[in-house]
């Protein structure tokens, strides 16, 4: 303990300014090795990273993974052993209810112009959606709503024909995620309103951006109050050329053919990774991305990256001998594009077995150059946050903002968890996204492990520091 007479020698605000230059000198200290760990981390993975290979793995070992069909099994069993493989010190699954929807036979359908022409669509049923009738449905008047308030003004006219969901992505919009926010509202709502009124059946434009000829899936979400009509979505370009030939009034009639079929739910399952923490082992952390995809590709990005991502942040811990502090889980979401029956499972389980949940970090915009952080924290926490941002900018990321999460991982915020997403550049997702061009060769590389690289950076300093 200091005397009077030490603070008299040498005066008090010679100690004060030695007292601030030591706590300055050990916050620079703490900052500059947080700086190493994050270099080593990241280097780690863009040298010795496996998150690629494994992506070929699950892409083409297994391919699509629609909830409830076998394919998903067998990617459930091929990542279990990828978790194993990452030195995850527990390895298991959760169970859960997911739905079981069925394609069926393949999609057609066609414009008739009123000069006898034919014009094939190009178009995929929507998930989730009834089939048609075996000889299809057709249309001689087709109803094009541009917004969905404009559904209940056109109610006499909707009863017994098809709806045209004409709702474009808005291409002004350089986050193109608030752009499929603004109109995705088309696809998973779109059918069920309209038929509420009358309608037979749905063609909802694709959401992307592009004018192109590929059409994308998605789920469609069905009112139990109302009849379930028959929705498929149709490509950009094909939206584009209907709506001009509407407008000059020369459309004859449309028809579509779909032969999706619902079935019983399934039993499907979560797949959990973890890591022990070394002081706080009932402080969990969460990274993860969802298992389930579409069928119409491989499901490479949306979210075989995120899959893979995920357990590499596992395989980097284990390969450079770093003990984190608090318990570190990998998930990997069952069902998240139908029901979200996967989050629902962990959450529940969360809560009956009162887990102490401090923080989840999602991937789910995929593989492609990270450069956000979005989080969904109090100020407080937001200010330990803000103190990390800079040791991400020599990797590309720039910015730390306010409003992340995910599907799987924001329902953590109900039992107190601070949630977050990573942020690619979303230049390019849209035409991806849903499509037949999901598949493992428009995945780069370095820009998959690059991603990784930050997740497992900031997992460290969550588990090194709390939150």
Known sequence: MLSAKFFKKIGMKTFVLCFVFACCSFSGWAQNNDSMMVKKIVDEVLINGHSYN??????????????GSENFLKAVQLTSKMMKDAGADTVYLQECSIPHWVRGEKEKGEITFKNGKKYQLHLTALGNSVGTPQQGISSAKIIEVKSLSDIPKMANELKGNIVFLNIPMNPTYINTFRAYGESASSRT????????????????????????????????????????????????????????ELKNNQVKSVWF???CKILPNVIGYNVVGEIRGSEFPKEIITVGGHLDSWDLAEGANDDGSGVVQSIEVLQ????????????????????????????????????????????????DAGGFSPR????????????????????????????????????????????????????????RYFDIHHATTDVFENVSERELKLGAGVMAALIYLVSEYGI
């Not at 494994?54 to 909830?67: E, P, T």
């Not at 570190?328 to 969360?350: H, K, P, Q, W």
């Not at 103190?387 to 329902?411: N, Q, S, T």
């Open 316 to 363: 980097t811990f284990k390969s450079l001998g770093i003990h984190p502090k608090r318990t570190i889980r990998a998930v990997l979401f069952a069902d998240e594009e139908m029901t979200g029956g996967g989050s629902d499972a962990y959450l529940s389980n969360a809560i009956t077995n009162k887990e102490h949940h401090i923080f989840g970090l999602e991937s």
């Open 372 to 427: 956000a952080f979005g989080f969904d924290a109090s100020d407080e926490k937001m200010k330990t946050i803000e103190g990390w941002k800079p040791l991400f900018y020599p990797y590309g990321v720039y910015e730390f903002y306010r409003g992340g999460g995910g599907a799987d991982i924001g329902p953590l915020k109900k039992i107190g968890a601070t949630v977050a997403g990573l942020m690619p550049d979303s230049q």
């Open 257 to 259: 053919f779909s032969g």
């Open 54 to 67: 494994n992506l070929r793995k699950l892409c083409k070992d297994v391919g699509q993974r629609l909830s």
């Open 189 to 244: 709502r779109g059918p069920s309103l309209a038929a509420k009124y009358g309608a037979i059946g749905a063609l909802v434009r694709t959401l992307g951006v592009n004018i192109n000829d590929i059409p994308h899936t998605g789920v469609t979400r069905y009112n139990d109050s109302f009849p379930k009509i028959p929705a498929v979505a149709i490509s950009t370009n094909d939206a584009e050329i209907l709506s001009k």
